[in-house]
């Protein structure tokens, strides 16, 4: 799994230590369910660029996304449909953020680093030229066209 019931937990409550009142107080097994969610959903937007799921450790822009969408599922299942009472919700901004990175991420206007020293198996997949040379001449089709544009 990208994030652990303790990432997510970390970003619901301002102390871990004393998450009362809220989404941090769900059973690990709440909080695992929507982590799974959160992966399933990043795995499905990244399929189309990347090799998923991701090797562990997953790139640090994948763990933090996953993590916050989770955070997010996490939450609303704790608030059983109560509005956020204000948009700077830090719940809402950090699954806002997520959600635009992930979209970034997915259309390739940005690239998932890949850390020094690591293979990049779970990157970009890349096309591979292996013919090196003149494939085809426009003279190759039987155009009429000899040595360059000139139709004679």
Request: hydrophobic share 40%; no cysteine; net charge negative.
């Amino acid at each position: 799994m990208y994030a652990t019931p303790t990432d997510v937990r970390d970003v619901l409550a301002r102390d871990s230590a004393s998450p009362t009142g809220t989404a941090a107080e769900l059973s690990d097994a709440k909080v695992t369910e929507q982590i799974v969610s959160a992966q399933a959903q990043v795995d499905g937007r990244l399929s189309a660029r990347y090799t998923v799921p991701f090797n562990d450790p997953a790139p640090q822009l994948v763990r933090d996304i996953t993590r916050d969408i989770a955070a997010y599922g996490a939450d609303l299942v704790y608030r059983q449909g109560l509005d956020y009472e204000t948009d700077r919700d830090p719940v809402m901004l950090r699954y806002q953020q997520a959600l635009a990175l992930l979209a970034q991420i997915a259309s390739g206007a940005i690239d998932l680093p890949v850390d020094p020293g690591t293979a990049e198996s779970g990157g970009v997949m890349r096309g591979v030229n292996q013919y090196d040379g003149r494939l085809f001449g426009m003279d190759d089709f039987g155009l009429g066209v000899r040595g360059g544009w000139d139709v004679r």
